[in-house]
DNA sequence: CCTTTAGGCGTACGGCATACGCTTACGATG
DNA sequence: CATCGTAAGCGTATGCCGTACGCCTAAAGG
């Protein structure tokens, strides 16, 4: 009987990605989304509560599209968690502005739930009993977390990686720095999930 | 000459931090800042460029606190490492509200170099030859940074994961979730940097 | 005591999210 | 086909925010 919407969520999220990839995180405002649409900055709110409900909107269609379904369990276990981690990391990767927004709006994203499930899965055919599942779960979701933001705040093989390596008063470190040039940033990504998946006990043997 | 300056930047940081703590990351803004000295907005304009240049402050003056000496070299390196996480977590973590600000301003602040300094001194001592180190620092600082987040977020024992334990369709992390009530979030976190650090290669052998 | 310089303040602007009330398009019903 | 209830969409207004700019004044050197 009502007038029926012209505008779908995903419309509207389509709408409010554009604007972040084009503008930023920064650039997200209700105005600059209802402009992308071609509605007035109220109308909006026809479809969404809040900024917050729209931002959720955003990043559930991101997140929609990693995929959740188990890998093939011939492969040994440890390489089957590698391929469910570099899913997250390829869909949020791609979209990097988001990151503080899904950080921010984790505990409300069904996404991480259903990436989770085949993971605890993988971690419990392992062998791991339930208290090492929790600690396992929890570590790999914090590296993935801390990884990709690190990655996307600045590149280890980048300038401010350079400064460091000048620095006299912190030999070590300069030290360290300079042999970050030959460590690609997927390298390093790889190199520590393998260290931790090493310590959770599936990882190639110790050095 | 001219008339002495009535604020020192650390007045001005303790300021910022104490608005911070009553009110929260959202309620930082230059007039809140101004009230609490009992100064005009614009007064504080004399003593910073920008209101980024108001949060590198405080930033600096909580990380500053965190102790950046070498731990007693007659313990095994992977405890001396743990110490230095430690060290790090204990200061951001009383400040939970400053997370998303430190990450923000990450590359700017000198603490993160001086606390990575002894941290790579202990990994070269370790025998981790200068490619290992880039990967195992880099990790060591993302484990960090996603663990402190996601613990701040959610605690591992709250109602967010008592909510995932009811989940029928999610078998494999519903069981896990129900045996995370009796994880501590300090058991949580060592736990996991522990095995970090034994995939690095330097903690209790493998399980 | 006077001059100079920076400290401090008030005002004003443009941008933000959003509460509220009006107008209008739609489509089901008579 | 005419009518009308409902929700769509818009305009206006409020109260935040950061901050540019110009004025007045305190204080120290001569």
Redesign the pocket.
Known sequence: ???????TPDQLATAALAVIDRDGLAG?????VAQEIG?????L??YVE???ELEQLVIDRVLDTVDPMPPDRGRPWHERIEIMVERLRGVVGSHPWLVPLIIAHRHRSATILRWSEPVAAILAEAGLDGRERVIALRSLLAYVVGAIQLEQLGPLAGAGTQVIADRAELPYLSETARHAHDVTTDEEFHGGLALLLRGIGGGPAIR
Chains 1, 2 share one sequence.
Do not use: Q
Request: charged share 25%.
């Open positions: 009987m009502p007038r029926p919407r012209s505008l997200l405002s209700m105005r600059a509605m007035s900055t109220m109308g709110y026809r809040d900024r917050g």
